[in-house]
């Protein structure tokens, strides 16, 4: 009897181990099985989730149908000669290079004056007279250039690009709030002559200025303004703004007024405040003012928003200049031109310090 139970207990105990290894290795099988089917699945939903990735990034970049400089259709394969405004050269440092590494079947080569100093008036002269094939221009064309191009046979259009601001700079030790427009021109004609007529120190101005005939950018509107004879007779002309930020730093008394971007950001001279009142003086650099002992390590930059929202007073338009001669000289500067009018183009010019026109 004894070993009848004691067989039956065996039994039961082999039942029991037989069970449990039958039940630890179906779990292990569901286990390979399910691990197995999860590693053949691994790579579609990796590439999935990769596919979905870059389809959003697709369509971010897309959507909106933004123009490149790849877009630009009718580039003439050639090269060409092109220059004029100093104001210009952060845009052939910046905005030209990125041109040329994308289409570098149209080949820049910019060109100074051999006469004079570089600038819009020589600029447009020298394309007047065929040394360039288009020139850029910080100021309009006027009646008289217009004339001498049809006298020769062909028209010059002048193609709107961008916006820059128009700066006045002074040696940072002047202690003045700022000018209004018609403060500054009256600077330049001779009627005020001392910075305590403007609410500075008891000390004589001493105005910097291109001359005329070179200069980039005006503070006069009218062809009468711009007269050379109004202009004070004790204003030291300059043969670049370099030259200018750099004897502004040794004149205490002195002024100067070019392109905000070329400039705001000079360590040596300190940009003022301009106004249409002396209530509503603008600051063509964004505050606080950065102080020549924190310059170089911080910089003073163009206040855009204030020129973009028209509360900053003087501004000038960026031209691109063409001559419409139905020639290789069209078909450059015409390229050139819708380049920069590109969205990738007026990106890169806002990127320089200048504003676009298509806002």
Same mark, same amino acid.
């Given at each position: 009897?004894?070993?009848?139970?004691?067989?039956?207990?065996?039994?039961?105990?082999?039942?029991?181990?037989?069970?449990?290894?039958?039940?630890?290795?179906?779990?292990?099988?569901?286990?390979?099985?399910?691990?197995?089917?999860?590693?053949?699945?691994?790579?579609?939903?990796?590439?999935?989730?990769?596919?979905?990735?870059?389809?959003?990034?697709?369509?971010?970049?897309?959507?909106?149908?933004?123009?490149?400089?790849?877009?630009?259709?009718?580039?003439?394969?050639?090269?060409?000669?092109?220059?004029?405004?100093?104001?210009?050269?952060?845009?052939?440092?910046?905005?030209?290079?990125?041109?040329?590494?994308?289409?570098?079947?149209?080949?820049?080569?910019?060109?100074?004056?051999?006469?004079?100093?570089?600038?819009?008036?020589?600029?447009?002269?020298?394309?007047?007279?065929?040394?360039?094939?288009?020139?850029?221009?910080?100021?309009?064309?006027?009646?008289?250039?217009?004339?001498?191009?049809?006298?020769?046979?062909?028209?010059?259009?002048?193609?709107?690009?961008?916006?820059?601001?128009? @700066? &006045? !700079?002074?040696?940072? #030790?002047? =202690?003045?709030?700022? *000018?209004?427009?018609?403060?500054? $021109?009256? +600077?330049?004609?001779?009627?005020?002559?001392?910075?305590?007529?403007?609410?500075?120190?008891?000390?004589?101005?001493?105005?910097?200025?291109?001359?005329?005939?070179?200069?980039?950018?005006?503070?006069?509107?009218?062809?009468?303004?711009?007269?050379?004879?109004?202009?004070?007779?004790?204003?030291?002309?300059?043969?670049?703004?370099?030259?200018?930020?750099?004897?502004?730093?040794?004149?205490?008394?002195?002024?100067?007024?070019?392109?905000?971007? @070329? &400039? !705001?950001?000079?360590? #040596?001279? =300190?940009?003022?405040? *301009?106004?249409?009142?002396?209530? $509503?003086? +603008?600051?063509?650099?964004?505050?606080?003012?950065?102080?020549?002992?924190?310059?170089?390590?911080?910089?003073?930059?163009?206040?855009?928003?204030?020129?973009?929202?028209?509360?900053?007073?003087?501004?000038?338009?960026?031209?691109?200049?063409?001559?419409?001669?139905?020639?290789?000289?069209?078909?450059?500067?015409?390229?050139?031109?819708?380049?920069?009018?590109?969205?990738?183009?007026?990106?890169?010019?806002?990127?320089?310090?200048?504003?676009?026109?298509?806002?």
């Amino acid at each position: 009897m004894d070993n009848t139970n004691e067989r039956r207990s065996l039994i039961k105990g082999d039942i029991a181990v037989f069970l449990r290894g039958l039940i630890i290795g179906k779990v292990l099988t569901l286990m390979v099985i399910g691990g197995l089917l999860w590693w053949l699945l691994k790579p579609d939903l990796l590439t999935r989730s990769s596919l979905e990735t870059t389809n959003s990034l697709s369509l971010d970049t897309t959507s909106e149908g933004a123009s490149t400089f790849e877009t630009v259709a009718d580039i003439p394969p050639e090269s060409f000669n092109y220059g004029g405004s100093t104001a210009w050269a952060f845009i052939r440092q910046l905005v030209d290079s990125q041109i040329q590494s994308a289409r570098p079947e149209l080949q820049l080569r910019y060109v100074d004056p051999v006469n004079g100093s570089p600038g819009s008036t020589s600029g447009i002269r020298m394309l007047l007279d065929g040394q360039l094939d288009f020139a850029q221009s910080s100021r309009p064309l006027t009646d008289e250039e217009r004339a001498i191009a049809r006298q020769r046979g062909f028209t010059l259009e002048e193609k709107q690009v961008g916006i820059d601001g128009i @700066a &006045v !700079v002074v040696n940072p #030790s002047l =202690k003045v709030p700022g *000018l209004t427009i018609k403060q500054l $021109q009256q +600077i330049y004609l001779g009627q005020i002559t001392n910075w305590k007529q403007v609410g500075g120190p008891n000390l004589p101005i001493t105005p910097f200025s291109q001359r005329p005939e070179d200069a980039d950018t005006a503070i006069f509107s009218t062809k009468t303004d711009l007269d050379k004879q109004a202009f004070n007779s004790k204003i030291e002309y300059v043969y670049s703004t370099t030259e200018a930020v750099r004897q502004l730093s040794k004149t205490p008394g002195g002024v100067y007024y070019a392109s905000a971007r @070329a &400039v !705001v950001s000079q360590c #040596s001279v =300190k940009p003022l405040p *301009l106004g249409r009142t002396v209530e $509503q003086l +603008i600051s063509p650099y964004r505050e606080p003012l950065v102080l020549p002992e924190q310059c170089p390590r911080q910089r003073n930059r163009v206040n855009t928003e204030a020129i973009k929202n028209g509360s900053y007073p003087i501004t000038t338009s960026l031209f691109v200049i063409i001559k419409q001669n139905k020639d290789r000289e069209q078909k450059a500067g015409q390229a050139y031109a819708n380049l920069l009018l590109t969205d990738q183009g007026q990106k890169a010019l806002e990127q320089a310090g200048f504003l676009g026109v298509r806002q």
